[in-house]
């Protein structure tokens, strides 16, 4: 029988629902750990800067008659950012706003195909997106009244996801029937072996950055990011995350439970040149049974310094008995000297960023700006 969506909607989580949303993803995302365990992870993760002060809020698809019950239809999360946009229309200057990642979409499997996951991202537009934004102030009629409003959002100029079911979301739009959901841009992933690999001699002084160094670089990196974004040529709209409050940091701290069973447990996060016109920032992943991976969360760099960080890179892979080493999205410079440094640059079938815009420009004459791996979540 067809699922009637008016009579559903969508909700913030109450503590109770919040708690079996994440006791259903532990056979998806748990990677071996025990129910603890995973509860232990996501409430750690809770704490962290980019959760903190309701810049997490996960979302329930519910009959909207029964709000709290623990039967939901399917959840995600969405974490509060600050971003930057540049609207031609209004000149070059680079407009801090708020926007939003948006991670952790499911469906138990008894609740699959039957429309619940799409309906939920339709609706998502409506809960996260600055109203005079949409396309349309009208909410569609077929769906019932809109979802209430919470407190802190109704803001944003843009969401991303990065997808891991191909391009699900581009047919989850504000509206009924129209394909205007999320859009992936920018797959390209480069990869090094690292026992293949040589380290290059450094003949600058790097400095290697640990936690708290690399908080400090990402406040310098965000200045950066909104100087360079200024300069980018762009017909239409472009968009930028900000690596600060939180957002970069989430990549290898979302880690620490596995990072903290090594023998040592990496510390170090970061390098920088001397000048810090150049650097590196990265995470590491160590769940078998995937190769242990070194995955760079932002990279700065011209083709003069690029193979010494390269060279920086692979040394600190080799420490941790890293084998592989990737980085998303490098510009066409660098990808090409990547090749000569011993890279594979491929398009990544997982993990690919997805981006809505809530604005006049269409998707298509959106740039986004420093596509990497920070923004992930
Ligand atoms: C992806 C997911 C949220 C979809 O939820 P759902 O409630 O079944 O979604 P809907 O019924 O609205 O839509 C189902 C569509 O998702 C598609 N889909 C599901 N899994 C997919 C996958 N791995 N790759 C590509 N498409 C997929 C189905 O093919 C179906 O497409 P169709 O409508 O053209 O037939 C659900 O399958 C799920 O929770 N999967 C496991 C967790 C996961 O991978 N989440 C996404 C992380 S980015």
């Keep these: 029988m067809a699922i009637d969506f008016s009579t559903l909607s969508l909700f913030p989580a109450t503590a109770e629902q919040v708690l079996v949303a994440r ?62 946009v540049i609207d031609p229309a209004e000149g070059a200057t ?43 102030s009208e909410f569609p009629v077929a769906w019932g009244a809109p979802p209430l409003r919470v407190e802190g959002t109704r803001n ?67 200045e950066k990011i909104r100087q360079d974004i200024q300069k980018e040529p762009s017909a239409g709209g472009i968009f930028a995350f900000l690596p600060t409050q939180g957002v970069a940091s989430f990549q290898h701290r979302r880690l620490e439970f596995f990072l903290q069973r090594l023998a040592p447990p990496p510390d170090t996060w970061g390098v920088a040149s001397p000048d810090r016109a150049a650097y590196a920032t990265w995470t590491i992943d160590p769940r078998p049974p995937a190769p242990r991976t070194l995955s760079v969360s932002r990279l700065c760099a011209d083709p003069q310094t690029f193979g010494e960080l390269v060279g920086r890179i692979m040394e600190v892979a080799k420490k941790n008995d890293v084998k592989c080493v990737e980085v998303w999205n490098l510009s066409p410079e660098l990808k090409t000297l990547a090749g000569t440094l011993g890279a594979n640059t491929h398009e990544r079938k997982e993990h690919l960023p997805a981006f809505k815009f809530y604005g006049r420009e269409s998707e298509a004459n959106v740039a986004w700006a420093f596509n990497e791996r920070f923004c992930w979540c």
Excluded at 44 to 72: A, K
Excluded at 115 to 132: N, T
Excluded at 185 to 210: I, K
């Design 23 to 84: 006791q259903r993803t532990l056979h998806e995302w748990g990677k071996g750990l025990t129910l603890e365990e995973h509860l232990a992870r996501d409430a750690s993760q809770d704490q962290f800067d980019g959760s903190r002060n309701g810049r997490l809020i996960t979302w329930v698809l519910t009959p909207r008659d029964e709000p709290r019950t623990l039967e939901f239809k399917c959840a995600c999360e969405t974490f509060k950012r600050t971003g930057l």
């Design 156 to 222: 944003g100029h843009f969401s991303a996801l990065w997808s891991d079911v191909g391009d699900f979301y581009s047919a989850c739009g504000p509206a009924p029937d129209i394909h205007d959901g999320w859009v992936v841009r920018g797959t390209a992933t480069t990869v090094w072996g690292v026992d293949s690999t040589p380290v290059s001699d450094a003949t600058l002084e790097w400095t290697w950055l640990d936690d708290s160094g690399v908080s400090e670089l990402w406040v310098e990196d965000a």
């Design 94 to 136: 680079a407009k801090a706003v708020a926007c939003y990642g948006i991670a952790s979409v499911f469906t138990p499997p008894e609740n699959r195909g039957k429309g619940f996951g799409r309906h939920m991202m339709r609706l998502l537009h409506w809960v996260i997106a600055d109203e005079d934004l949409l396309p349309t």
